[in-house]
């Protein structure tokens, strides 16, 4: 025989079971919505944190100031003539060899911006955020250039290769080695 309570009470116990059972749908889909903002909050790439406005203004203050000469260049033919010569700017640590002429709005002729690395190896650069069409020059560890990039289009991204193992990257205004007839196997001195 049958009670009629332990009935109810078995019956009871399925509703229960059922009413979590319908319920743990909800609970995991909220849990699984809380980790997937969490994950937003913490690997935004839009998010600005205060070390990324930091280096914003030293970036747009560098750019409002323009050119600060920390050197001079000068461009020779492979027998020794000189060619021209331009006050430079170096780059010669990781934050500046990043910065670059990002942000530049405009840059004399005579003027440009010399990268030195520690080792020569194949370089590549870019155009992000770079508004001044410019030459590239690569130039190995004797001074020679390797590879010339001329009129390169502004605020691009694509990786513009040096094609040979350098150590030296110069930049200058677009047009710069056409005018000067500036050629792969010229040679390059520098002075701080």
């Known amino acids: 025989m049958v009670n009629l309570r332990d009935k109810q009470k078995s019956s009871s116990k399925i509703q229960s079971r059922y009413k979590k059972s319908r319920q743990k749908p909800i609970i995991y889909l ?53 060619v021209t010569a331009i006050d430079i700017e170096i780059a010669d640590d990781d934050y500046r060899r990043e910065l670059g002429l990002m942000y ?21 650069f870019w155009m992000k955020n770079t508004y001044l069409p410019l030459d590239i020059l690569y130039a190995d560890a004797t001074k020679r250039i390797v ?23 110069i930049e200058v205004n677009a047009g710069f080695c056409a005018l000067h007839n500036i050629k792969s196997g010229d040679l390059f001195t520098f002075s701080r």
């Open 104 to 124: 530049r709005r405009q840059m004399e002729q005579h003027q440009g911006m010399l990268f030195i690395f520690e080792e020569e190896d194949y370089r590549s």
């Open 30 to 82: 909220t849990l699984l919505l809380l980790v997937v903002m969490i994950m937003f909050v913490l690997y935004n790439p839009n998010r600005q944190d205060r070390r990324s406005r930091q280096t914003v203004n030293e970036i747009t203050q560098k750019a409002a100031t323009g050119f600060t000469r920390e050197g001079e260049l000068r461009f020779l033919k492979a027998d020794s003539t000189e």
């Open 147 to 169: 590879r010339i990039h001329e009129n390169v289009p502004i605020l691009n991204e694509e990786q513009i290769p040096s094609d040979y193992p350098a150590k030296y990257v």
